[in-house]
Every structure is written in structure tokens, then in C-alpha cells.
DNA sequence: TAGATTGTTAATCGATTAACAATC
DNA sequence: TAGATTGTTAATCGATTAACAATC
């Protein structure tokens, strides 16, 4: 077992180490410094260490980490190393971009299958899926045993779609509603996208500095 | 001028207590204390009034705050009552999606203009507009002057276009590629989305919460 | 071996929470 | 007025940074 109560802030620096550890490992990188790996992605080395000691000791003293080693050893604490079984909720525009757009495999899921209530968009093609009537979910699940769902799906049905779901034995939940889903149910993990927020926070961005500048 | 170098952290949460309290006035709520709002959104009332006093005072005494008027506040602050031109960049799947899905103007936002280099995209309609060749692109923010911009298109072509677009006088980024675009030039916001990286973090809750289960 | 760089402890910094006087 | 609740200061907590002994 990993060690206990990982802080949030680390969790959230990981998966950007695993993007920029690809990146060196791509580019011919064999090993790299805290310093080093520090000063590309806008770190301190210090940071890096600390983050890194949350799960082990994965470098050497006077050497540093070996790129390849450390991005597999993150790999498997994000537990990319497997593809869980996901499932696609809604699939109008939204859903269908992210469907095709996100390279699921090495995110560590597998989409397996797209439901929607739409008549005119069950039945149509979506990748190597073709979307099924939500009347179809409680079969399907039973059968394929998916562990996690997209949902992409209007807010007002977006509370009773996740009670459903978690019957159906869905575990893992990445929400673009604009229902705030809350980990209420334990045993349940939740990553809540928010799209309007973020672009939000860019306006206020946008606004400031434009008054910081006008000073 | 509001008070300055407010934290991060505040301004992530403004987004989210802006949509509680527009949800709250569309409910009837005329006046609402922090304890009750903390109670709705799952903070600490203290959290509450910290946040807002960075901005002002609000509230009253033995009365608590005007849900309108204090939505109208955190609006202002956000930017939210005004509409920046806009633009996209990158008119495939993901780019479509968001064009669509996003209500912009009470985002603060006007989206004005798509670009795309794939011939079979140009041309084709996005809701109110048609999707322009990116060699109009010069042409079109010397007329329009858009000053933000969504970016939608792979991460290899990212970057020189950033440069292009700051030329052209945009101020603030949208960011859906795979580039972590720095905040180098100074005097341009960014807000970088990294769906991945979400989708990432939550194949790592996912399989916490089942290592911590099997125990 | 000497130099480099980690792993880890201690110091600092910032953000959250608690407390309470001010006041509606 | 009395009760309620803010605005704000002080206390606590957690996260980041600095420092350095361990060691490759």
C-alpha cells in the first residue's frame, strides 16, 4: 500500500511530472536532477524532492533519476500501468469531442460504451462505438462491469444519471455537468471538470491585468 | 483598483460561490448568512467572509448578505458584466464542442470568430459563424480586435501560434492543448485546461479508494 | 577519492480556522 | 433593546522552501 494521506496538492503536480517525464524520455533524456527537472517546469528542486519522497526513493544521490524508471514508477502511482472499464453519458457534441479527443489508454481507462437519451443520436457511430439507449445501462453494466463514467450530460438529470450509477456499481465519476457532485457516497471518486469556471477564472485574469497595466 | 495580489486560492473559489449564489437567487433566497451558505457549499463560514472581505465589505452586521446584490459584487470582480471578443482556434471535435457548449456571454466572453488550417473544416458553420482559413487571421484581428483566444489545436502548432496571436494583440488564453503554455509574456493571462491531466488525477482516486478498500 | 545530488529534517511562509469586538 | 452575524485580528494548521548530512 502507498504510504497514507497523500496531500492534494502533490496528487495534482503528478500527473504534469508524468507528462514532462515523457517528454525528457522522448527526447533522449536518460537521467535528470531535481535542479534540472526543477527549472523546466517552473518548480522549486526542493518541491520535486519532497513530492517525490511521498512515495519512495526513486533516485540515487550524486546521480539523480533515471527519466524512464521515475515516469514508470508515477505511471503505476496514478495507476496507469491498467485501463479500467469507462463508460460515456451523454453524447451530444461535448461527449462526442471527448470521446474521440482523449487518448484513454494512456490515461489509464478504456471506453467501452456511450449512452444517450437522444433518439436521433442513439445508434449512431461514435469511434468504434455506437451510442446505446440509457434504457440499456442496467444490462450493459451487468454484463461489462464498467467502473467509471463521463458524464456529459444535461445538470437538471445529472444528480438521479449518478444514484443510477452507482447502483450499477460505478465507481469513478469525471463530471463536465454543471452539478457540483460531492463525494457524499464513500468509496466513490469524483473529478469535477467545470468548463464555465475555468473560463471564469480567465476573465478575472483577463480584468486584472488589464487594470494593473491601465495603473 | 481592487486590493491587491489576492491569492490564488480565493480566486479559484469566486467562480464557484458566483454560480451557488445564482443558483440560490433563481431559488428565492433574498439574504443568506456564511454559515449557511458555508453549509451549502461545504467550507467554513470564517473561509466565507475572508474571501469576500479581500474584495470588500458586503455583508451587514446581524443581517448576513443580499444574494443578489452580492452575485452582482463577485460579477464585477469576475469581469462578468462586460464581453470580451473572443476567438477559436481550431475547429475539429474538441473545439466544435466547446464553441457550442459554452454559454460565453455570461462568461464574460463574445466568441466572434473560428479558424481552422483543414480545408475540409473552413468554411463550414459554428453556430452563428463559419469557420475562416487561419491565413485570415491577421486580416480579421487588425478589423475585429478580439483580445482572447481558445486554443483547440495540436500541441506542435501551439506555440508559434501563441506568438502570432500576441502579435495580433491577444491578452488572454484559453488553453485546451497539450502545451503548458507558460505565463512568460508578461501582461497576458492564461488558464490552462489539461483535460488529461484531470482524467489522470482520477484514475489515481480511483484506485486509492480501491487499495484503501482491500485493506 | 571528490563532486554531485539525493533523502530528510528544520525553518519559513501562506492559507485556513477560531475567536470576538463592532454593529446592524 | 437583544440577538444575530459581520469584519477583522489572532491562533493554528499545512505546504513550500532551505539546509545539510548521507551516500552514490
Not at 447502483?167 to 463530471?175: D, L, M, Q
Request: aromatic share 8%; proline share 2%.
Amino acid at each position: 500500500m502507498s504510504k497514507n494521506s497523500i496531500s492534494n496538492s502533490v496528487i495534482r503536480r503528478l500527473p504534469r511530472y508524468y507528462r514532462f517525464l515523457g517528454e525528457l524520455e522522448h527526447n533522449g533524456y536518460v537521467r535528470i536532477s531535481s535542479r534540472e527537472l526543477s527549472e523546466k517546469m517552473g518548480l522549486t528542486a526542493s518541491q520535486i524532492r519532497q513530492d517525490f519522497n511521498c512515495f519512495g526513493e526513486f533516485g540515487q544521490q550524486g546521480y539523480g533519476y533515471n527519466v524512464s524508471d521515475l515516469r514508470i514508477e508515477i505511471g503505476k502511482i496514478l495507476g496507469l500501468d491498467k485501463q479500467t472499464p469507462m463508460i460515456l453519458l451523454g453524447a451530444g457534441n461535448l461527449g462526442k469531442a471527448i470521446a474521440t479527443h482523449i487518448d484513454f489508454h494512456n490515461k489509464g481507462f478504456d471506453l467501452i460504451g456511450a449512452f444517450d437519451v437522444n433518439p436521433d443520436i442513439i445508434g449512431k457511430e461514435l469511434g468504434e462505438l455506437k451510442v446505446k439507449s440509457i434504457d440499456e445501462i442496467g444490462t450493459f453494466c451487468a454484463e461489462k462491469k464498467p467502473v467509471a463514467a463521463i458524464l456529459c450530460v444535461p445538470m437538471n438529470s445529472a444528480e438521479k444519471l449518478v444514484n443510477t450509477l452507482i447502483e450499477c456499481g460505478i465507481k469513478a465519476f469525471w463530471n463536465f455537468t454543471h452539478y457540483d457532485l460531492k463525494v457524499t457516497h464513500k468509496g466513490v471518486a469524483v473529478e469535477n471538470v467545470h468548463l464555465g469556471d475555468s473560463l471564469t477564472t480567465l476573465s478575472y485574469g483577463l480584468n486584472n491585468l488589464t487594470e494593473n497595466e491601465s495603473v
